[in-house]
């Protein structure tokens, strides 16, 4: 048997396979890209300017106080009075921006113990402004500042004559812990406005909205029994636009403008009519209104509503604008105390330059009142300015001596002390 030859299959050719070529090493080190800046936030400019707004307001209404202009009788042909008149009512939205500025800021503050240390610069400012304001008082009217007397004006917020406001702030300042509790406690936007509404119409419409135009037959349809807490309306309005602002921009200025408008004349046509009618003959024509003339009344909550409305939103970025405008916001409180100075100090003499004429407030007093005006003003501003400055540095440097003096000392290091060498035994 002859056995067949196996022939064997050549194998098949193989490509040789190239391999790519090595990448040299990257010698650059990876270098992760720098994080994108972070957005400047706006400042609200126009908290700053209401501040200052508003301290303005606070001279203003005292020239009304100082010039003569409440002891002068009006009349019916005396028209052109219900320019002053208009001024006074404007000015008179002072306080109320201070309450409404005071909730827009202090909404979110919680109960704390350094809460409360806010009001060390409160006190302190007024203690040293009245120290100036008493011996003045004491020339003009002959106050006794005796140890016991001293005591009892500074104890009672009197040292300085604008103190009452003072006063009025600390017991609110106690408060808005416990005020924020409440608007922040709601569930919602409608609450909250439930919350505005109810203290507004509890205090600010229950004490001057009247149905009827006769003095002694109208209807007071709300309860006044709760009145006195009408800075709590304008607190809370405040913090409510703070928690929920308008959407609709233009929408809510057109209507803060109506709403403005339309209260401004209302209020000086309505005390125009009531100081120059027959029922006002007992007052001898002097500037009466017969419902609104405080703080917590309606046209003047919704003037000063519409007037924080028209302005709070206000933004810049500029750093030179918000330092600038941010400090002098912050002396508008020592602004507001030493005006008194400068108030009593001033107007003796710009009345006399003026004299009423047929023993009525001249046209010509009226023409010149706004140089009084920013007399006082400025003045009072660079004490105002001068007297913060000079709190931040005593501030400063209190904080600077606690530090040293809380702050233990390095405990030297004490070297070690080295071993003897001892002998090695072979």
């Known amino acids: 048997m002859s056995k067949k030859k196996n022939n064997p299959v050549p194998d098949a050719p193989v490509k040789e396979q ?19 800046p972070k957005p400047v936030k706006p400042h609200f400019l126009g908290i700053d300017i209401l501040k200052i707004i508003a301290a ?10 100082y010039d003569g202009f409440y002891y002068t009788p009006i009349h019916e042909n005396d028209t052109w009075m219900i320019a002053p008149i208009a001024m006074r ?31 060390i610069r409160i006190i302190v400012i007024y203690a040293f402004i009245g120290a100036f304001c008493l011996p003045v008082d004491k020339k003009v009217f002959g106050t006794d500042i005796s140890l016991w007397n001293l005591a009892k004006y500074y104890i009672q917020f009197e040292a300085a004559d604008y103190g009452w406001y003072v006063r009025f702030y600390v017991a609110l300042f106690c408060l808005i812990p416990f005020l924020n509790l409440s608007i922040n406690g709601l569930a919602n936007k409608k609450q909250a406005i439930v919350l505005v509404c109810t203290v507004t119409c509890l205090s600010v419409f229950a004490k001057s909205y009247f149905w009827g135009f006769t003095k002694d037959d109208q209807i007071r349809p709300f309860s006044d029994y709760l009145s006195d807490i009408w800075p709590f309306a304008y607190y809370f309005f405040g913090a409510f636009m703070r928690k929920y602002p308008p959407k609709n921009w233009l929408k809510s200025k057109l209507v803060a403008m109506g709403v403005f408008i339309a209260s401004w004349v209302f209020i000086t046509l309505s005390s125009f009519v009531q100081t120059i009618s027959s029922t006002n003959a007992d007052n001898s024509f002097h500037f009466t ?8 009344s309606y046209p003047i909550f919704l003037m000063t509503a519409a007037i924080f409305t028209l302005l709070y939103d206000i933004k810049t970025n500029n750093k030179i604008v918000k330092a600038v405008m941010g400090y002098i916001s912050n002396s508008t409180y020592a602004l507001y105390l030493v005006s008194y100075l400068f108030d009593r100090k001033s107007y003796s003499d710009f009345n006399a330059k003026y004299p009423d004429v047929d023993g009525k407030w001249s046209i010509d007093r009226w023409h010149h009142v706004y140089q009084q005006h920013w007399y006082v003003f400025l003045h009072a501003l660079f004490w105002g300015l001068i007297i913060t400055t000079g709190y ?22 004490i070297a070690a002390e080295e071993a003897a060498p001892t002998d090695k035994k072979e």
Request: charged content about 15%; some cysteine; proline content about 12%.
């Open 18 to 36: 190239t391999l790519p070529a090595a990448k040299p090493p990257d010698t650059a080190i990876a270098v992760d890209p720098p994080p994108p």
């Open 56 to 65: 303005f307001f606070v001279v203003g209404v005292h020239t009304f106080l």
């Open 89 to 119: 009512w404007l000015y008179y939205c002072c306080v109320p921006i201070f309450m409404t500025v005071t909730g827009y800021l202090m909404v979110n503050k919680k109960l704390s113990a350094s809460y409360y240390k806010g009001l």
């Open 289 to 296: 209104s017969w419902h609104f003339n405080f703080y917590g």
């Open 392 to 413: 931040k540095l005593l501030e400063m440097l209190i904080k600077f001596i606690v530090k040293k003096i809380t702050t233990p000392k390095p405990v030297p290091e």
